[in-house]
T-cell receptor, first 117, second 114 residues
Framework: GAGVSQSPRYKVTKRGQDVALRCDPI?????LYWYRQALGQGPEFLTY????????KSGLPNDRFSAERPEGSISTLTIQRTEQRDSAMYRC???????????????FGPGTRLTVL | TQLLEQSPQFLSIQEGENLTVYCNSS?????LQWYRQEPGEGPVLLVTVVTGGEVKKLKRLTFQFGDARKDSSLHITAAQPGDTGLYLC??????????????FGKGTKLSVIP
């Protein structure tokens, strides 16, 4: 029973480099979410997909951040020209449906710890 | 912007004690969820409360949703070391962009000392 998987689990990069973070949601889950989480804090919403359509990207900090989910399954979060302030845990979550009577359950992945030197 | 305030931010108690964690907002949410997160893991859903005034129990955990659907509380009876973790409340609501998302509080870090 595979849950949400993310790769890599750890990524160390130099300032100015581009990074791509991958999320593989639970099979059949329609919705996919990206969050950023600081140590000891709650997740901060970045962006959200229903199938392959990006429904909301209002949480992306700036235009260096982008995400795609071309076939409605695996998603990639790309950060261009990384900066030290981008260092954080990036978490992906998936859920069976996007909207269901106002609530549903999101299943979170283990996250990718990004460190920008 | 909808914000959720959680209190206390940190809580350290002895095994067997009772505790309450609060989650407050100035905004109304269609529902509210509580998650628990252990170190190195992602948050795991504990409960969803939907109706104003609703009370749900999960073993020693009691969750309550405020009548106005702006606040919630989590009460743990006879805390055990296994309850240690980061407790997060998350409001479920329409972002206004026609999409659905969770707004998380900053969490309450609970330590239960044996």
């Amino acid at each position: 029973g595979a849950g949400v998987s993310q790769s890599p689990r750890y990524k160390v990069t130099k300032r100015g480099q581009d990074v791509a973070l991958r999320c593989d949601p639970i099979s059949g889950h329609v919705s996919l979410y990206w969050y950023r989480q600081a140590l000891g804090q709650g997740p901060e919403f970045l962006t959200y997909f229903n199938y392959e359509a990006q429904q909301d990207k209002s949480g992306l900090p700036n235009d260096r951040f982008s995400a795609e989910r071309p076939e409605g399954s695996i998603s990639t979060l790309t950060i261009q020209r990384t900066e030290q302030r981008d260092s954080a845990m990036y978490r992906c979550a998936s859920s069976l449906v996007g909207r269901l009577a106002g609530y549903n359950e999101q299943f979170f992945g283990p996250g990718t710890r990004l460190t920008v030197l | 912007t909808q914000l959720l305030e959680q209190s206390p931010q940190f809580l350290s108690i002895q095994e067997g004690e009772n505790l309450t964690v609060y989650c407050n907002s100035s905004s109304v949410f269609s529902s509210l969820q509580w998650y628990r997160q252990e170190p190195g893991e992602g948050p795991v859903l504990l409960v969803t409360v939907v109706t104003g005034g609703e009370v749900k129990k999960l073993k020693r955990l009691t969750f309550q949703f405020g009548d106005a659907r702006k606040d919630s509380s989590l009460h743990i009876t006879a805390a055990q070391p296994g309850d240690t973790g980061l407790y997060l409340c998350a409001g479920v609501g329409d972002s206004g962009a026609g999409s659905y998302q969770l707004t998380f509080g900053k969490g309450t870090k609970l330590s239960v000392i044996p």
